[in-house]
């Protein structure tokens, strides 16, 4: 029996691993029969030909992600309760208010990638430099997904977690090899739909499973204490205040600047195309980051509830919620369709943050310092560093433990590292060391103090609401590029800025 159930989950798999790879092929093959070979922008920024809805579905499947939105968003309403919502929903949805707010301004900026608009500012240099951290995080984010996707369907197909890094990997590398941003967005569209049904089918078994067993006001009223809160589970500030705040604090600044919702908007039609695609995301992350997690995390804190604060070993902390509802209260043949959207949820979600990687790296640090190129090799190299951004993300997978380290340590660094570059875009005087400085310094600072916050220096003069979130690290990361932004104004150089290359000829 188990042997057939691992069959009909590894057929329906496969068969969605072909759809999502003819995509690709059938962009590639398309642009073959036209006669006329896609250039390396186009590679990019899928033509800037996007509609309102591949915009808005496109932002929505990258964010209904599993580690972000199932995994690590249904586990902070278990560990917390209804109050969860303020560490990542709440400040989502604000990002997407400002995004909604901004999108006009930044399709202003003629400019594709953010290192970009930096760099015609401020120089070549810049805009390498800026893109390095930007890599890295969306690296981070890649290898995250892989990671989480594969200990969900790992147990599910009777395979190792390690087999479905390497096939994950591979599927997304070769669809994204083939049709770059177009076959993303793509396939985005494709997966959002089974991602939703996903997502949507897990709460409502969770909540019927509740529901059979006792009334929705008992079950509000007799929610169990969660494990990392000394409040109950309906109380709206569970986490308490000054983690709250520094959630906000470490998020917000960083997404408002987050490269995959950026190069949605500078790649839609008009400005009213975008901001339509802002509205279609704004409405799905209320609805599958927000409100169907909670559903889900609380009807786990009820049927698995926490024993004297400790969470039952087969939820290993919370991250196998899923997989356990799944095995529970749905039947098999269910299960295979939704073992399919739980790859679709992790897919739509790699190869965007595998997408902006490989942005980062080809098109921001390698382009602008090649002399000799021709469009061929433009576009050949965009190719290959989209495959090699998968393959060092399925590398670092291997030896994640945990997402909540991932999140608030790459999230911060967008927020200490990318925001001030983007804010002096705005900015009238701002020298080109004063970039280069808030750059290196927010990038290393942050890294460095991260490192001394978990080895417990900082909380020896810390003040108590600080230290007891763990997230001094990205508060003393800011401040110290802020300075470092400050002081190297107050300082002339010599050397004249880099000025970017120009635009490669296909």
Same mark, same amino acid.
């Given at each position: 029996?188990? %042997? ?21 092929? =059938?962009? /590639? ?80 900026? =003629? ?15 810049? =805009?390498?430099?800026?893109? +390095? ?22 147990? #599910? ?12 990997? %591979? ?12 076959? !993303? ?24 499973? !509740? ?57 839609? =039609? ?7 695609? $802002? ?40 991250? %196998? ?34 997408? +902006? ?8 640090? !390698? ?19 989209? +495959? ?41 005087? !701002?020298?080109?060391?004063? $970039? ?10 942050? #890294?460095?103090?991260?490192? #001394? ?19 001094? /690290? ?33």
């Amino acid at each position: 029996m188990r %042997t057939m159930t691992s069959m009909a989950y590894w057929l329906g798999f496969g068969a969605f691993c072909l759809v999502v790879i003819g995509i690709g092929l =059938r962009i /590639y093959l398309c642009e073959a029969r036209a006669g006329k070979q896609m250039s390396s922008n186009e590679f990019w920024n899928a033509k800037k030909s996007l509609s309102a809805s591949s915009v808005g579905l496109s932002i929505s499947a990258s964010m209904m992600s599993i580690s972000w939105s199932c995994v690590y968003g249904v586990q902070l309403f278990y560990w917390y309760g209804a109050g969860a919502a303020w560490l990542l929903a709440i400040p989502w949805l604000m990002a997407m208010a400002g995004f909604y707010l901004l999108a006009p301004r930044f399709r202003r900026l =003629r400019a594709f990638s953010q290192p970009e608009m930096v760099g015609q500012r401020f120089g070549t240099r810049t =805009r390498q430099l800026l893109a +390095v951290p930007l890599a890295m995080v969306f690296l981070i984010w890649c290898g995250a997904e892989m990671y989480a996707a594969a200990i969900i369907l790992a147990p #599910l197909l009777g395979a190792t977690k390690y087999v479905m890094l390497a096939i994950i990997a %591979t599927v997304v590398a070769t669809y994204s090899y083939l049709g770059g941003f177009a076959a !993303v967005v793509s396939t985005d569209k494709f997966q959002y739909f089974l991602a939703a049904f996903f997502i949507a089918t897990m709460a409502f078994f969770g909540a019927q499973a !509740v529901l059979q067993q006792t009334t929705v006001t008992n079950f509000w009223a007799g929610l169990p204490t969660p494990p990392r809160a000394n409040a109950a589970a309906t109380s709206l500030f569970t986490p308490g205040l000054a983690l709250i705040l520094m959630t906000i604090a470490s998020y917000l600044p960083g997404w408002l600047v987050e490269t995959d919702v950026w190069i949605r908007l500078q790649a839609a =039609r008009s400005d009213t195309k975008a901001r339509q695609g $802002v509205a279609i995301a704004a409405t799905n992350s209320f609805i599958f980051v927000g409100s169907l997690p909670m559903i889900i995390g609380l009807s786990a804190l009820y049927l698995y509830p926490p024993s004297n604060g400790v969470i039952p070993p087969e939820l290993k902390d919370g991250s %196998t919620i899923f997989v356990k509802l799944m095995q529970d209260y749905s039947p098999v043949w269910l299960n295979v369709f939704l073992g399919v959207g739980l790859a679709a949820v992790a897919m739509s979600t790699i190869d965007t943050c595998g997408n +902006v990687a490989a942005l980062s790296t080809c098109y921001d640090i !390698v382009t602008p310092a090649l002399r000799q190129r021709t469009p061929e090799q433009i576009l050949k190299l965009a190719r290959r560093m989209s +495959v090699l951004s998968l393959a060092a993300a399925f590398f670092y997978s291997l030896f994640i433990e945990s997402l909540w380290d991932i999140f608030y340590l790459s999230s911060g660094i967008l927020t200490t590292t990318i925001f001030l570059p983007m804010i002096a875009i705005f900015l009238p005087n !701002v020298k080109m060391q004063q $970039v280069q400085a808030a750059v290196i310094t927010g990038f290393a600072g942050t #890294l460095l103090f991260y490192f #001394l916050e978990n080895r417990g220096h900082l909380q020896t003069f810390e003040p108590p609401w600080l230290a007891n979130t763990g997230l001094g /690290y990205i508060l003393w990361g800011f401040i110290a590029s802020l300075l470092a932004f400050v002081i190297a104004g107050q300082f002339r150089f010599a050397i004249a800025p880099t000025r970017s290359a120009p635009e490669s000829p296909d």
